[in-house]
């Protein structure tokens, strides 16, 4: 099939040719509506009087920049064979997928119309009991069976194989967060206010460097595969529910990448909520869930670690007890720290870059917003610098604490 770009009645079109999905939604008209507001895609909703599915496709460019700035559109081959594993791995943590197009970069799956997008959530104070224990459900259990932990070396191999080449997305990551918010760069968006710590930022050397390093870890350390662009909007939930969304930028990277995008987004709402809601409850929740995070993923990351007797890593025999239960606690301490240096690069480059977050672009005043860039910037500068120091979650609070004013 050779590709085009779909509009609402292409989609009716493209229905009625695929007899899984006309099967699902009945033989009548259709109901079309393109709802992305996402950075990359475009995504519609597909409604008959039978049922509701969700249609995602990519285009041949980036959204957000318009057709001027082409990205070519097999991201959503990655997409597709990253839901594929989570599929197979996690299944009740993502939508179901009921129909899969790489030709046609797109992708048909379950409409969550009973779940929220957990940035909107968050940006109106709605607590989720049951969020810390799934996600660290999702993260701790994706990425210890993609990792060496798990794997044989050659199953891993094969499996980064079908990531390996997601080059354009992870290109994406290393300029538009690591890079391009940090320097003068046509493609920021810098708020007057905000000029003067731009400026301070590219004369920090040590930001700077420890910045360089964490770009370094990004390009180099494929621990295991990442969904790449882990923030509140690609988590859709509700009281009882999670559900993950949107791996197009998944590839092999390190643990703690994913880890820190989730902890750099629930901190951004947390300093958004000074200005926003003024609910110390709801930011104490928010404390609390980052807090419960960091526990429940390295103790169920341990325990699946406990129950694997061989991996590419750990042949039987070579290790007593007391050999693995003291690399295990180096290791974690490396995730944490590492996801700790992540949170940061992610805070921070929201502040300067192209990308900004709702959670804070969204504070209409522009004295009150800028309060709460410089609070984010406060705590991100200080992760970055200070990340392979920092001894645990409990001193991690403490330096978040420490920078409110
Ligand atoms: C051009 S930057 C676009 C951003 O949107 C995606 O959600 C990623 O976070 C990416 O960095
Ligand atoms: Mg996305």
Known sequence: MEYYVLDNEKVRDYIENTPELKAILGDETLCVEEVGDGNLNYVYIIKSSKNKLILK???PFLRIAGEGWPLSRERMNYEIRAMHYYGETVPSAIPQVYHANEAMSLMVMYFLDEHLIMRKGLINGVIYPKFAEHITDFMAT??????????????????MDRFNTNVELCKITEDFVFTFPFMPHHSNAINPMMEAEHQQLQEDTEFKTQMLKLKYLFMTQSDALLHGDLHTGSIMLNAKETYII????AFFGPFGFDIGALIANLLQSYVS???????????????????????KFEIKFISHWDHTDESGLLVDGYGNKKVIT?????????????????AGAKMARRL?????VEDIEGIEDMEARTRVKKHSLAIAKRFVKEYERIENVKELISIIKEENR
């Open 57 to 59: 496709q990519a285009v």
């Open 273 to 295: 909520h000074f200005e926003r809601s003024k609910n110390k409850e709801y930011q104490k929740w928010l404390l609390d869930t980052i807090e419960e995070i960091f526990e």
């Open 326 to 342: 003291a690399f295990q606690k180096q290791f974690m301490q490396m995730i944490f720290r590492q996801s700790v240096g992540f």
């Open 246 to 249: 949107d791996p197009e930028f």
């Open 142 to 159: 994706t990425l210890f069976k993609s990792s060496s932990l798990y794997l044989s070396g050659e199953a891993k191999r094969r499996l």
């Open 352 to 356: 300067f870059g192209i990308a900004g």
